[in-house]
């Protein structure tokens, strides 16, 4: 049987994309799950993707089997034996490292979500890996005990426990002290002219792009807060280096981002609506792994 560590580090292993038409649910999950292609909004894979993990050590039919649809996570593990806890509070025993979430964020009173706890963040929030999140993904997400419906046990998992994390994250101010000439519908990516952060350079090169967030060693996580003095729609975009040229990777975003490795940077593109000066300033919270 696998430690909760191992069970952890080879759901985070996975993080990444599966799968050429992602976007239409044909994943290499779904293939598994359902022994051919499938495609469209009926083969959402959440909860298909911690099944393969679950199956991967040999423990799958300890938990039920296959299932697809997260309401019926919880009537699942009461069937085999498994604790389930009803909305519990931050420090409840339910969030152990492996344990499976069902998350209502729209407050419907059923669950439209699952993921895999990881470890706590603060007082509000925890770090899961979720499947078909983002852009259509395998991710880690910070998410909000507020959010948490139910939590299930996952049985099969040996008593080893992984610390739970409430680090104080790391904070990076970047700031455009002068103001910027902006173009309507004219995308182009925000130079800062200063930085405040605990460490020193958070902000890739020093002075031909101020306005780069780079990853740490294993990767990063960001939470970040941005203010624009104007009609500005704003985007945050994970960049790489590829042949010596930085390329665009995946979709935009607009809420926490989890640069995987430390190849990954962070610039924050801005679409204006109209001819002005503008300023920008943007501060994050940055949880390194």
Request: one cysteine or more; charged letters at 30%; proline letters at 4%.
């Amino acid at each position: 049987m696998p430690t909760r560590t191992e069970y952890v580090s080879y759901a985070h292993s996975r993080v990444g994309h599966w799968g050429v038409n992602r976007d239409e649910n044909d994943v290499n999950q779904n293939r598994w799950f359902y022994g051919r292609p499938v495609s469209g909004d009926n083969y959402a894979w959440c909860l298909v993707e911690e099944c393969y993990v679950m199956n991967h050590f040999g423990i799958l039919a300890l938990n039920g089997g296959k299932a697809a649809y997260v309401p019926n996570m919880p009537e699942i593990a009461k069937r085999v034996g498994a604790k389930v806890w009803n909305k519990p509070r931050r420090g409840s025993k339910a969030y152990e490292p492996g344990n499976r979430i069902g998350f209502d964020f729209n407050r419907s009173g059923e669950a439209e979500h699952t993921g895999t706890f990881w470890k706590g963040r603060d007082s509000s929030t925890f770090y899961s890996i979720d499947g078909n999140t983002g852009d259509d993904e395998v991710a880690t997400r910070i998410r909000r005990y507020a959010d948490v419906l139910f939590v299930v046990e996952t049985l099969g998992l040996d008593g080893d426990t992984i610390e739970k994390s409430n680090d104080v994250p790391d904070y990076v101010s970047l700031t455009t002290e002068k103001s910027i000439t902006v173009e309507p519908d004219k995308e182009q990516f925000v130079q800062f002219d200063k930085e405040i952060s605990d460490k020193s350079k958070r902000s890739g090169d020093d002075k031909p792009t101020p306005g780069i967030f780079t990853a740490g060693k294993n990767g990063s996580v960001y939470t970040c807060n941005v203010d624009v003095s104007g009609p500005v729609l704003w985007e945050l975009c994970e960049m790489r280096k590829v042949d010596g040229k930085w390329e665009q990777q995946g979709k935009n975003t607009t809420g926490d981002v989890d640069l995987m490795d430390a190849d990954g940077h962070l610039w924050l593109k801005i679409t204006p609506h109209a001819h002005g000066e503008i300023t920008v300033t943007v501060k994050c919270a940055i949880w390194d792994r």
